[in-house]
């Protein structure tokens, strides 16, 4: 069997700091319930993985190889997931006022979100360490890309939808082989089922951050762009934030690439953008809270947003706090229209969550916290061809 040169080492507890073997099919910590994280010999990864190395290195996420958890060749599941463009969009920056404004393309990925990140760390260790089927709980990106990379590994795929879900996320699951249950409820009611499954079946549940390698597909997202701003860190970095994967992900890469020397010690204030219809992030963010109490009657016509309560909730309060960054809420209304304004003036158009980052650029210009001569990297999450029908 061919191995990668991964120098992951172990798994840690990202709150109380309980070490497991990362060799094994796990969730969450055992002793808390709080997400694990994955641990990396990175004195020995900086070795090879060095500016100059990358210049010869492939166009997608994998060439991050020393700090990704995969350890065998064919469990690098590729679909041409990652290294998507850092597009410069000057003309939409001008007309907002900040002309130095980047837009992270992740509509280019597998199955259009940037949710092919995780999932190809997330199945392609479960498939690695022997799991047999998997199964997630869904209403939209997350759901279309496990089943891509269960479908490349071979392994039978279980979703879980709320029963409103739009058809183009449903009917993406179901061709690429994936069983698909409706469920008469919520997000949170479809966990529960998937829950249920996993304990009567044995199925691995790939849900965000109750397995430890999503965030590290995710984390990608921080060393692909300050590799792309030539290793220089933007100022600001504003994230559509639902289960916070991305967001954390790219706080842990940013300490990472600073103790291999890649960085020094500077960072983006990150900024987290929610839905006025579901923001429990924006309210603990407000009140001061370490965690994030579950938001009730959540609405938003963006799926991604629309996640009453997060597992990691007090890793993105603490990333956004110590970056110095701020967490706002827009409207869905917001969105629709940003989307439009952002597809007119770049090309890109956008999935609502990725419209709510320039709502949210919008916002904190006005209000001053955002100068006109920073340079801000926006996050467009996914495509907005699956949400045609909010435009019909
Ligand atoms: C899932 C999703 C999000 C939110 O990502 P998290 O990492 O869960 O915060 C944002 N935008 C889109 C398009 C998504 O599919």
């Not at 969105?335 to 158009?349: D, E, P």
């Amino acid at each position: 069997m061919t191995t990668t040169s991964s120098k992951l080492t172990h798994l840690s507890c990202s709150r109380c700091g309980e070490e497991y073997d990362a060799d094994q099919l796990i969730n969450l910590c055992r002793a808390c319930e709080k997400p694990l994280l994955a641990r990396y010999d990175l004195a020995k990864a900086a070795r090879t993985l060095t500016r100059a190395s990358m210049q010869e290195r492939e166009p997608s996420l994998w060439r991050y190889e020393e700090v990704l958890p995969v350890r065998t060749r064919k469990a690098q599941l590729k679909l041409g997931e990652g290294w998507t463009p850092l597009i410069c969009a000057k003309d939409l920056g001008s007309e907002i006022g900040c002309p130095h404004t980047l837009i992270k393309d992740e509509s280019l990925n597998p199955t259009g979100s940037f949710k092919a990140r995780g999932l190809v760390m997330a199945v392609g260790r479960a498939f690695e360490l022997g799991a047999a089927e998997l199964a997630i709980p869904s209403a939209g990106n997350a759901a279309g890309a496990m089943s891509a990379y269960a479908a490349k590994a071979g392994l039978p795929a279980h979703v879980y939808m709320p029963e409103d879900v739009p058809d183009a996320f449903r009917v993406e699951c179901s061709n690429l082989g994936a069983e698909v249950t409706l469920v008469d409820g919520l997000i949170t009611d479809c966990g529960a089922r998937v829950r249920e499954k996993v304990e009567e079946f044995g199925w691995f549940d790939v849900s965000t951050l109750k397995e430890p390698y999503r965030i590290e597909g995710k984390k990608t997202l921080g060393y692909e762009v300050v590799e792309q701003l030539g290793w220089r860190m933007p100022d600001v970095i504003i994230y559509p934030t639902g289960g916070g994967t991305g967001l954390v992900g790219m706080w842990k890469a940013f300490d990472e690439m600073e103790e291999m020397g890649l960085v020094g010690s500077e960072r983006p204030r990150m900024v987290s953008v929610q839905s006025s219809g579901c923001a429990p992030m924006v309210r603990a963010f407000e009140q001061g809270e370490e965690f994030a109490e579950a938001w009730q009657g959540a609405k938003t016509v963006a799926d991604g947003l629309r996640v009453p309560a997060a597992v990691g909730d007090f890793l993105i309060l603490e990333a956004v706090r110590e970056s110095d960054g701020a967490a706002i809420a827009v409207t869905d209304d917001e969105m629709l229209r940003c989307a439009s304004q952002m597809g007119k003036h770049t090309g890109v158009f956008p999935a609502p969550e990725g419209a709510a980052t320039l709502a949210g650029q919008v916002r904190l210009l006005e209000s001053g916290w955002l100068q006109g001569d920073e340079t801000v990297v926006l996050f467009n999450t996914g495509t907005g061809l699956k949400y045609a029908h909010l435009w019909s």
